[in-house]
């Protein structure tokens, strides 16, 4: 079973964005789409939960979901 983080930070505002999704009755798996709420900008993300083992213990992004919000505000930003 997978654990993922109940609050990540926010790349917008700072903030701290926890988490709205509820973990199914077998846990979390692979592939799964979680969902926090800023509390700042009041921002959705939705994460891909991967496996913890590959990047575990960095900087408090176990889930590489810094680099991953980045990647998705660029992609954000380049349709404006
Ligand atoms: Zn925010």
């Given at each position: ?43 959705r ?36």
């Open positions: 079973m997978i654990e993922v983080p109940k609050t990540i930070i926010c790349v917008d505002c700072g903030e701290t964005a926890h988490l709205m999704s509820y973990p199914p009755e077998e846990g979390w798996s692979i592939g799964d789409y979680v969902a926090y709420r800023c509390r700042g900008c009041n921002d993300w939705d994460l891909v939960v991967e496996d913890s083992d590959a990047s575990s213990g960095v900087d408090g992004d176990p889930y590489g979901a810094r680099a991953f919000l980045e990647e998705r505000r660029d992609q954000q930003k380049a349709k404006d």
